[in-house]
């Protein structure tokens, strides 16, 4: 932007090294956020600028006067993750797998780049959306390369090669993802997350690189399958949730074509009918959620635990149905 078309509104951060500013265009009064730096990446942010994508404030302008870069970007008005801490469970999974959706467009770029400074305090929180801001430390990933040039990184938050153990990579943005998930349930960086959720930060903390989730979308595969799937509405992919739209078709079908003369054992022929859908529809909801026992490594376990789950919510349903049958010939 021309210097002499906007002015400082207010400043946020004044050092030697950076300064962020609120600017407004005199023209049309827009606000902006003006970020002048000396050792952020030139064409880090010029990619951003040139492939824009959901979750990330939009790059207006990217310009270098004398030893500064100047950065100037879309301005949000919403609180960061770190004033609104600690979160529900439901809410922190949201969280993550949102910005593991951002990582995953950021990592698919030619050549990748990577955020190296993922915290509470870089996040935008608004309305059930996250924004992921801050990419003055972020580089493009050199596989060529065995360490950073540049060792930066917050504190508890970036991955141990960050400090010149190796080069960062994907999995150094997916250890972040993993602290972050720590702190968003518990508010605190020293409080260990204990139950279902310690297994996945442990991951994702590794100190090998090796050992973590290998990219975001598998540490996000690994989040949802914690959720319970409902077939046709929360599927975890559009195969999925046209496989069970095709079911419930089906069941439908099925329970159209049984004759309602063989009943006996209900009294109301439409109770008889819910029955029978039920039969099915409760078979594919523990299809569709057999996620849930992959921890076990047995397979006769695995199946074992599902067919019990199905045989007591089929019990559950048909006792519930046989109640009611009952109370309506009564």
Known sequence: ??????????????????????????????????????????????ALQEHPMQGIPKIYDVQIEEEWLVITEEFIQADTLAELLPFSEKEAVNIVCQLCDILMRLHQLKPPIIHRDIKPENIFYQDGKIILFDFDIARFYDPSKTRDTTLLGSVGYA??????????????????????????????????????????????????????????????????????????????????????????????????????????????????????FLVLALLELVICNRHKVQKYDLSLVRWGILSLTYFLLLVGGIGILTLFDRMLSA
């Open 1 to 46: 932007m021309v210097p002499s078309l906007v002015k400082i509104v207010s400043t946020f951060k004044d050092t030697d090294t950076k300064k962020i500013s609120l600017i407004q265009n005199k023209m049309d009064q827009t606000f902006f956020v003006q970020r002048k730096m000396k050792h952020a990446d030139y064409f880090v942010y010029k």
């Open 159 to 276: 991955a141990p090669e960050q400090f010149g153990f190796a080069q960062t990579g994907v999995q150094s943005d997916v250890y972040s993802c993993g602290r972050l998930l720590q702190v968003l349930l518990t508010g605190r960086l020293d409080q260990s997350v204990k139950g279902h959720f310690e297994r996945i930060i442990r991951k994702a903390l590794s100190m090998d690189p090796k050992d973590r989730f290998q990219s975001a979308a598998q540490l996000k595969a690994e989040l949802q399958e914690m959720r319970w799937i409902f077939p046709g509405v929360n599927n975890r992919s559009r195969k999925g949730k046209v496989g069970s739209w095709i079911g419930w078709i089906l069941s439908v079908c099925i329970v159209l074509s049984i004759d309602t003369q063989k009943n006996t054992s209900f009294e109301h022929d439409n109770l008889y009918l819910i029955a029978c």
